[in-house]
């Protein structure tokens, strides 16, 4: 046994302390867990193993448009490759970047049970799949490669791994992050993209910015599951220092309910629509159920989870003697519905664990992306100076081909031919191999002029290229340029309300009037159309919406506000009517028109924020809004969808809305509703396409069946390539539409010149276009209305009607004079 420890020789052992030794060991290890598993690099804002992830999925090209692959086979590949650690770990971290309540821009699509807000598990990972994200893929992957980005070699030095990704956006704050490390945790909320690019690009153009004007463009968190910050002083202090306490509430709403039975029963409950980041339906309502019965909480006498696809309903039904604020008050401080979010915004900086503010995360950002941009353009630069020196000899052989190929011809070998080539030409070795290689097919005069359009191209692309490498400014604007781009592909509206001092001393608490119904096994609940207060809009008022969607009430007394916001809709409060608004889903809904504003309010309030959190989270806009009742006669109302699906249902469809929203047709293919009308049977209707054909046929059961809310309704026009519908319209034969393209011409066009067809056809030439032009707007030309067409550089241009000529099917229409250069027609509205 002595002789087996004494293997080392004499000499060979060094005595240390054991509590140095335990020091050294300790922080290597903690340091190993800090920049290899815990913490995100401010960079890319990811962790080594969501980076691994999304490079591994990139090679096994799992691109948005390929399809799904199993979960299993994009784990094993993380594992074998890039990351030896547990499944199980790697399962969960591309879980939460599929899941869309825990990352406010997942960077995974996922296909199967991936868990819910409930906590429920996600199934196994060899049942569900997976590919990027739309968002990963163009701003995480797009130009990865050994030019851009340092790769260093895994862990058995068999493959290279990127140090970090190429990020063109800061995914650490839209993202935000989690993690505990060794004697240190990071926990960095989520934020709005709009924000945040926002603020880049004023950083940019303002290094030194003052906080409060930042804070400004960024004022707070944006939690994907919605919620309230209820407070904006722990959003100063984790901006300022990198560490604050947000508190942020759940959304409650109150309904009346009315239980019929024997004696008329009526109840107050809160209604729980959204729930503080991170909160656990489930384990909230099982908590709220054992206060009740522990007698700790108040007021309660049935709690139910009425949640579905459309969005989160939880339910507290109040006792009758129980106040809503008193109840609602315990809530809050007995239950997660209010809770305290600690930001603290740790992230690693040349490897360096660092808690920053928020102007050195945007700042760390640009620097990055700076050197992104100039390593890659200087990869670009060197591989078109490389190209052009090739092409260049390219050309000066074709000058001379016939004394090129003499010295071909005369050359004993390639070696010889490759030196008579330089000394007569008097061109580079590269440019010698280059032009022995070049196939006989480049002798073709079309080939030679590919070659000089081929080095001019490079030419220009070359000095664009060095215009960008010799002036920051100009880098800077190419930047900009890219952010301003993701911004309009990606970015969307704020989720997370951030309340005013004001608003959260008011109260959390608004009424809903909508009409919900529930069904148990001794009676039907149904939530009355009675509201806590009575209504604020006067009888004689009426309702009025913009073309931004904002909507408020205007008394006829008073004069319309002034404003470049034109109003595009106004109806009369009717008596006992419900305002109806359907969006871009293919949802209907029911707004309570006591939480309309005034006209006089000077904060707009859109259409879509009226609407329940649900709609506001999976809807781009409200498409129409109307009173019901329409009309005393039956009506059949028309859908018609983005990509030219075509539905008919009846109108009556729409009564007894509830809060959920009612779906009248279902898309796929990321269609959505574009449309809609009122029709009856044997009324004609005209669909327009960008590509200015004109499709006119007849309402009938033949060809356009009355169809149920769950179908997808019919081929409406055949859309040819990046083909869309402009425009639809019931129509007369005696009506006339006109014809508005976005170059800016247009012409009158009477619809008995356009013959009657079928659904499905193509339809009718209906606008002959000058140059390279598309149908921007079809109208009906209606008495007493106004048009005004909306130009790319947010000009309003009235449109005289009667000054509008008359043309046939092939003409291409008048210009309209007051159009600049380079100004084109983006859409046109109605008055």
């Known amino acids: 046994m002595a002789k087996q420890l004494n293997l080392l020789g004499s000499g060979q052992i060094i005595p240390t302390a054991l509590h140095a030794e335990m020091q050294r060991s300790y922080l290597e290890y903690a340091m190993s867990v800090i920049v290899g598993r815990a913490l995100p690099d401010v960079r890319d804002g990811l962790k080594p193993v969501h980076r691994r992830i999304l490079y591994a999925m990139h090679e096994l090209g799992l691109t948005p448009d390929r399809p799904f692959r199993k979960c299993a086979r994009v784990v094993g590949d993380v594992l074998g490759k890039y990351h030896p650690h547990g499944d199980r770990a790697v399962y969960d971290a591309l879980v939460r970047m599929v899941q869309d309540f825990s990352s406010r821009y997942p960077l995974l699509q996922g296909h199967g049970n991936f868990g819910s807000v409930d906590n429920d598990p996600p199934a196994a990972m060899r049942y569900t799949e997976t590919r990027l994200g739309e968002i990963a893929n163009e701003a995480m992957l797009t130009s990865i490669g050994e030019a851009t980005v340092d790769f260093t070699s895994n862990f058995d030095n068999s493959q290279q791994e990127p140090v970090v990704l ?89 309904e009346r309910l009315v239980i019929p039975g024997r004696r008329r029963k009526e109840r107050t409950a809160l209604v729980v629509t959204e729930l503080p980041f991170q909160v656990n339906k489930a384990a909230w ?35 009758r003697d129980a106040t809503a604020k008193k109840v609602l008050r315990q809530l809050y401080k007995q239950t997660p519905l209010q809770s305290n979010f600690g930001a603290i915004m740790l992230a690693l900086v040349d490897n360096e664990p660092l808690q920053l503010p928020l102007r050195k995360i945007l700042q760390e950002f640009i620097d990055f992306r700076e050197e992104t941009l100039t390593r890659q353009y200087n990869h670009e630069l060197e591989l078109n100076q490389r190209r052009l020196h090739l092409v260049a000899g390219l050309l000066a052989a074709l000058k001379k081909i016939d004394r090129a190929i003499d010295l071909l011809r005369q050359a004993a070998d390639g070696s010889t031919a490759k030196i008579a080539l330089i ?79 004001a608003e959260v001393k008011k109260s959390a608490l608004t009424s809903a009037t909508s009409k919900a119904t529930r069904k148990t096994k001794e009676t039907t609940a149904t939530v009355a159309t009675v509201s806590e207060s009575t209504p604020t809009i006067p009888d004689n008022a009426a309702i009025e919406v913009t073309e931004k969607g904002n909507i408020y009430w205007q008394q006829p007394e008073i004069s319309a506000k002034k404003s470049d916001d034109l109003v595009v809709y106004s109806e009369p409060v009717a008596k006992n009517a419900q305002l109806i608004a359907i969006a871009d889903t293919g949802k209907a809904y029911p707004v309570d028109i006591n939480e309309i504003p005034p006209a006089s309010q000077t904060t707009p309030t859109s259409l879509l924020s009226l609407l329940p959190a649900s709609a506001q989270r999976d809807a781009n806009r409200v498409v129409a809004q109307f009173f019901r009742p ?16 075509i539905k008919r249902i009846p109108a009556s469809e729409l009564e007894n809305l509830t809060n959920r929203g009612l779906m009248l047709i279902k898309f796929k293919d990321g ?101 390279k032009d598309t149908l921007a707007a079809m109208v009906l030309d209606r008495p007493n209305t106004q048009i005004i067409a909306l130009t790319n550089t947010q000009r309003k241009i009235p449109i005289v009607t009667e000054s509008v000529s008359f043309w046939g099917k092939d003409g291409i229409g008048d210009r309209l004079p007051k159009l600049k250069a380079n100004e084109t027609v983006e859409s046109v509205i109605c008055l």
């Open 630 to 645: 329409y009309n005393a006669k039956p009506l059949d109302l028309i859908l018609l969808s983005e990509k030219g699906r």
């Open 423 to 501: 000394e007569e030409l008097a061109i580079s070795e590269a440019q010698a191999d280059a032009i022995l290689a070049m196939p006989l097919r480049r002798l073709t005069g079309l080939e030679r002029q590919k070659l000089q359009s081929e080095y001019e191209e490079l030419e220009t692309r070359i000095g664009e290229l060095e215009l960008l490498l010799g002036s920051r400014h100009e880098l800077m604007k190419a930047l900009k340029k890219e952010l301003r781009s993701l911004k309009r592909k990606y970015g969307d509206d704020r989720r997370t309300r951030i309340l005013s001092p």
């Open 166 to 254: 190429p990020a063109q956006l800061p995914i650490l704050l839209l993202n935000g992050c989690a993690g505990i490390a060794v004697g240190m945790a990071t926990n960095i909320p989520p934020h709005n993209l709009t924000e945040v690019v926002d603020g880049i690009i004023a950083l940019i153009d303002k290094p030194d910015l003052p906080d409060e004007k930042l804070w400004e463009l960024i004022p707070g968190p944006d939690f994907p599951t919605g919620g309230e910050i209820v407070d904006t002083a722990g959003i100063k202090d984790t901006y300022a220092t990198g560490r604050g306490i947000i508190p942020v509430r759940g959304v409650v709403k109150t």
């Open 671 to 771: 269609d959505r509703l574009q449309q809609i009308d009122f029709v009856k049977e044997g009324m004609e209707m005209a669909i327009a396409t960008s590509g200015g054909r004109i499709l006119r046929f007849v309402v009938n059961d033949e060809q356009l069946p009355v169809m149920g809310r769950n179908a997808l309704g019919n081929l409406a026009v055949r859309l040819r390539f990046h083909e869309k519908i402009v425009g639809c319209y019931v129509v007369n034969s005696d009506n006339n539409l006109l014809l508005i393209s976005q170059q800016g011409y247009i012409k009158g066009l009477r619809v008995s010149k356009i013959r009657l067809g079928s659904l499905g056809d193509i339809g009718t030439n209906a606008l002959q276009f000058a140059k």
């Open 285 to 319: 309502i099982e908590k709220v159920a054992d206060l009740v019965n522990q007698g700790r909480l108040e007021g309660i006498a049935d709690i139910r989870d009425e949640s579905d696809r459309s969005g989160m309903r939880v339910v507290v039904e109040l006792k």
